[in-house]
């Protein structure tokens, strides 16, 4: 069993940054692939970024490529997402999921994003 909780949501104006954490416990999360997802307001769940167990591989929706970037710390259990130039439009529930993409067996309680204009 693998617990997910996320951190470091906020309001932030557009153009501006922000640094979203998520802390796991559990055993396995170092041979887990992690991911991070956000969800707006009537749409669909999205994948904005995945990284494999070693950190080498990642994955980046079209939407977000060259401003986010993740990252991992398999000695400390953690997983980042780095959000660079921010638009309104990421603006949305943030969370974090662990697990075999592209299944995600374990997910967080979601941080909230919010970008003004």
């Known amino acids: 069993q693998v617990r997910l909780v996320e951190s470091g949501g906020g309001l932030v104006q557009a153009g501006g940054s922000l640094r979203l954490s998520c802390v796991a416990s559990?055993?396995?999360?170092?041979?887990?692939?992690m991911g991070w997802f956000r969800q707006a307001p009537g749409k669909e769940r999205e994948r904005v970024a995945g990284i494999n167990w070693t950190g080498i591989s990642t994955y980046y929706a079209d939407s977000v490529k060259g401003r986010f970037t993740i990252s991992r710390d398999n000695a400390k259990n953690m997983v980042y997402l780095q959000m660079n130039s921010l638009k309104p439009e990421d603006t949305a529930i943030y969370y974090c999921a662990a697990g075999s993409p592209p299944s995600y067996s374990y997910w967080g309680q979601g941080t909230q994003v919010t970008v003004s204009s």
């Open positions: 559990g055993r396995t999360f170092s041979r887990l692939a």
